[in-house]
């Protein structure tokens, strides 16, 4: 199984600011690692695939990139609606599918 | 429009079963790898189970491996989970997601919540 620790735990931010979101594989998953965002009460909503590329209709202040083990999620100016928790996600070699525990960003 | 509606949720006691549904809309079932995915109350995402869009090839979790059966129907636009045994451990609400490409999961669900307790 291959493991996904993402840092930090908690972000607390300004609109406007950069956010910037990592995820380390325990191994090398090449470039299958999404990234989804979660809002309160609702379902994941698929952001980023194969490390970069935006899912459809995804604003395109989201950016992903890495590949191998280290991968970021960058959000160039937050707006208030970006909050919530973000899982980045593999899919090399599955399954298993695994699932990093979350970084849950805050918009002050 | 792709929808995803799961069903079937609810509270079982420890040991009970429980079989979980999602109607699929909007799109061709039949062409599509289906998952399901969990979330434990004030947790993370943990992937259950795989199956492949004919329905011959199923993946699933170790921690259900045994107790879980994945299924579909493809000519009534339905995925199942049929879930036994169960254990308090799989508390939780359940979401079924459209797998896209290899475990690229580009549509959800709004999920079905089970509570297992005595």
């Known amino acids: 199984e291959i493991i996904l620790t993402q840092s930090p735990a908690t972000l607390s931010l300004f609109p406007g600011q950069r956010a910037i979101l990592s995820c380390r594989a325990r191994?090398?998953?090449?470039?299958?690692l999404n990234w989804y965002q979660q809002k309160p009460g609702q379902a994941p909503r698929l952001l980023i695939y194969?490390?970069?590329l935006r899912a459809t209709g995804i604003p395109d202040r989201f950016s992903g990139s890495g590949s191998g083990t280290d991968f970021t999620l960058t959000i160039s100016s937050l707006e208030p609606e970006d909050f919530g928790v973000y899982y980045c996600?593999?899919?090399?070699?599955?399954?298993?599918?695994?699932f990093g525990q979350g970084t849950r960003l805050d918009i002050k | 429009e792709v929808q995803l509606v799961e069903s079937g949720g609810g509270l079982v006691q420890p040991g009970g079963s429980l079989r979980l549904s999602c109607a699929a809309s909007?799109?061709?079932?039949?062409?599509?790898?289906m998952t399901w995915v969990r979330q434990a109350p004030g947790k993370g995402l943990e992937w259950v189970s795989s199956?492949?869009?004919?329905?011959?090839?199923?993946y699933y979790a170790d921690s259900v491996k045994g107790r879980f059966t994945i299924s579909r129907d493809n000519s009534k636009n339905t995925l199942y989970l049929q879930m036994s045994n169960l254990r308090a451990d799989a508390t939780a609400i359940y979401y079924c997601?459209?797998?896209?490409?290899?475990?690229?999961?580009?549509?959800w669900g709004q999920g079905t919540m089970v509570s297992v307790s005595s």
């Open positions: 997601a459209r797998d896209f490409w290899s475990g690229v999961f580009d549509f």
């Open positions: 909007g799109f061709s079932l039949s062409s599509y790898t």
């Open positions: 199956i492949n869009a004919a329905g011959d090839y199923t």
């Open positions: 191994q090398s998953v090449g470039d299958r």
């Open positions: 194969n490390a970069s």
């Open positions: 996600q593999q899919r090399y070699n599955w399954p298993p599918i695994t």
